[in-house]
């Protein structure tokens, strides 16, 4: 079976500052994808980055910055000074195999100028 | 390049009316998705289709949610009839082939359907 949780509903912060949105999975499959979603509230998700379950190495893209730690199923996610730009629902995903992508429930963030 | 476009935007019906919702995925996508997403939640699979074929229609609700791609391109969602649950917004999205193995999806910006 699989699970994602994502425990933060809504989140605010003030623009410039760092957020970190949290993502834990669950899955008996030793080879997954995992990958973070962006929804503006235009509504169109828009895919972010994904992380195969071999690659533990944290990556960094401009303001944004992902941490996976397979020792505690966790693939959290980190905006560096913030900006109102950034306000979204966040969705962080997990694929197994031949299955589809499964969404968590998403953190809404609200960045306040 | 063009994304994913969807049509309508908005949709506000009385249940037991029909309604139908149109994808066209981005060119050259084989693989085409329709989701479901309900109001706070993720989005659910309903249906995914390879090219014309319907490859995992295991989430649609059979008895109300038809669904066809008939030349491989562009899609088309119906509910008859509706009911007050299935208010939502209704994604599609398409994956080339390679993007479809590792989740790389493009979605539209959803059909938001209201049922009063």
């Known amino acids: 079976a699989q699970k994602v949780t994502q425990a933060q509903t809504e989140i605010s912060v003030v623009e410039k500052e760092d957020v970190t949105l949290d993502c834990v999975y669950e899955t008996r499959d030793t080879t997954y994808y995992l990958f973070w979603y962006k929804q503006p509230p235009s509504g169109e998700l828009v895919f972010l980055i994904r992380?195969?379950?071999?690659?533990?190495q944290n990556e960094i893209s401009g303001r944004y910055s992902w941490n996976f730690q397979k020792s505690t199923s966790s693939f959290n996610f980190t905006i560096t000074a913030s900006q109102v730009v950034d306000s979204a629902v966040y969705f962080c995903?997990?694929?197994?195999?031949?299955?589809?992508?499964?969404f968590g429930t998403g953190t809404r963030l609200t960045v306040i100028p | 390049e063009a994304g994913v476009v969807q049509s309508p935007r908005y949709k506000i019906i009385e249940k037991k009316q029909p309604v139908a919702f149109w994808c066209n995925p981005i060119?050259?996508?084989?693989?085409l998705y329709w989701y479901l997403q309900n109001l706070g939640q993720g989005p659910e699979l309903l249906i995914r289709?390879?090219?014309?074929?319907?490859?995992?229609d295991s989430q649609l609700p059979k008895d109300r949610f038809s669904a066809e791609r008939l030349k491989g391109v562009d899609s088309t969602l119906k509910i008859q009839p509706a009911e007050l649950g299935d208010s939502a917004v209704y994604l599609c999205a398409s994956s080339s082939r390679t993007g479809g193995d590792t989740g790389e999806l493009f979605f539209g910006e959803g059909s938001r359907l209201t049922v009063l």
């Open positions: 992380r195969n379950s071999f690659d533990e």
């Open positions: 289709y390879e090219n014309e074929e319907a490859v995992d």
């Open positions: 060119s050259g996508h084989n693989t």
């Open positions: 995903a997990l694929k197994t195999g031949a299955n589809n992508l499964f």
